[in-house]
């Protein structure tokens, strides 16, 4: 019965490396939804992706920053050369397919990107 | 026009209080409007939601006021517990998956 899980829960990485963002979306769910939220601030959306699909990544720097929900295994952020102003919460969020308007998406409790 | 704007950034009470957290959208065609709870170290939880056709929705404590024609909304918690002190974020949505979240309110119920 698990819900959305997100590895690791806090990423610790140097200027300039690369920091992969891990997520496993609730059993059952095909849509999955990355937000960064910085301190004091809400979720801001990032990328709408489906199995093998980016469906929109508007929301998510044109440089650096990719992602990717393969057919078998969890969906990936990967960020980089990061900078010290990636440092944030990093959530992923999911919801079962069939249409995804007003649909609730369930968060996984997030990875805490440290740069140091 | 995307924005919500919410308020207050923190608030606290004591228990058996009422908290009042209010949210104001721009985005017309917004058509549901949920509350998410965050305790620290933990992700979002969707608390209770609303659409424009009713102006109050209750879930236990939770209830939440709607103005369609100032569009704003707001949330009370009837006799706040301090197990009720957390982040608390509105958000809208346009029939979309996307969602436009509030800044937060940082809550705190003292006992």
């Known amino acids: 019965n698990a819900g959305v899980m997100q590895n690791p829960r806090h990423l610790v990485r140097r200027r300039g490396q690369e920091a992969r963002l891990r997520c496993s979306p609730m059993?059952?769910?095909?849509?999955v939804y990355w937000y960064r939220q910085l301190p004091e601030e809400g979720l801001k959306f990032m990328v709408y992706?489906?199995?093998?699909?980016?469906?929109?990544e508007s929301g998510m720097p044109k440089e650096r920053f990719s992602a990717e929900f393969p057919k078998e295994g969890p969906s990936i952020l990967r960020i980089q050369q990061v900078v010290r102003g990636d440092s944030a919460a990093y959530f992923c969020?999911?919801?079962?397919?069939?249409?995804?308007?007003?649909?609730?998406?369930?968060f996984g409790d997030g990875t805490r990107l440290s740069i140091l | 026009q995307q924005q919500v704007k919410q308020s207050p950034q923190s608030l606290i009470v004591q228990k058996g209080g009422i908290p009042i957290i209010n949210c104001a959208y721009e985005?017309?065609?917004?058509?549901?409007f949920p509350w998410y709870q965050q305790f620290p170290g933990k992700g979002p939880a969707l608390l209770i939601a609303?659409?424009?056709?009713?102006s109050e929705k209750k879930e236990g404590r939770f209830t939440i006021s709607f103005n369609k024609s100032a569009k704003q909304f707001s949330l009370h918690i009837m006799d706040s517990q301090p197990g009720d002190s957390a982040t608390y974020f509105c958000?809208?949505?346009?029939?979309?998956?996307?969602?436009?979240f509030g800044t937060g309110t940082r809550l705190k119920v003292l006992a």
């Open positions: 969020a999911s919801s079962p397919p069939g249409g995804t308007g007003n649909q609730p998406q369930h």
């Open positions: 059993k059952g769910h095909s849509h």
């Open positions: 992706l489906q199995k093998e699909n980016i469906i929109d």
């Open positions: 985005n017309t065609a917004f058509d549901y």
């Open positions: 609303i659409r424009p056709d009713v």
């Open positions: 958000a809208g949505n346009s029939g979309t998956y996307k969602y436009i």
